[in-house]
């Protein structure tokens, strides 16, 4: 099942708002190629694009968190490099799995379930809690 974008999702700051929703959309892109991972090289571009985008996601995040004086700029940094950890070590694992003579493509069916429900949370948790702090924020004029 899809993630679809929602208002409550929306913080506030354009360009955030517009990178969320092209994560939503990747995210729902790697689940759609690891329920049919018939074609593994698609799952490794799926994860592939899904971590080049988040990493620039994230780091365009912190430059507006600069711009606008976010005062938990370092907190939100290492949330931000948690989060790309966590890919790397989920992208190792089905990596790994497709590799395996006793995993392969059925072992990445079994586990899509579980592991969309991990990127689900990974995104919808960040944005929710993390990011939903930096609204208050978007109301005030950016600092130069």
């Known amino acids: 099942m899809p993630i679809f974008w929602r208002p409550q999702f929306r913080i506030g700051q354009d360009d955030i708002d517009a990178d969320h929703r092209y994560l939503i959309l990747l ?3 790697v689940e759609l190629v690891l329920r049919f991972p018939e074609e593994p090289r698609n799952v490794e571009l799926a994860l592939a694009e899904l971590r080049r985008y988040a990493q620039n996601h994230f780091e365009r995040e912190e430059r507006i968190q600069i711009a606008y004086g976010y005062l938990h700029l370092d907190q939100h940094k290492r949330e931000h490099r948690a989060l790309l950890a966590e890919l790397d070590i989920l992208a190792q694992r089905i990596h790994a799995t497709l590799e395996d003579p006793d995993g392969g493509i059925e072992g990445v069916k079994e586990q899509s379930g579980e592991i969309t429900a991990f990127l689900r949370k990974w995104l919808v948790d ?3 809690k993390a990011d939903m702090q930096l609204v208050p924020l978007f ?3 950016v600092v130069r």
């Open 27 to 29: 995210i729902n892109t």
């Open 126 to 128: 960040h944005v929710m």
């Open 139 to 141: 109301r005030k004029p």
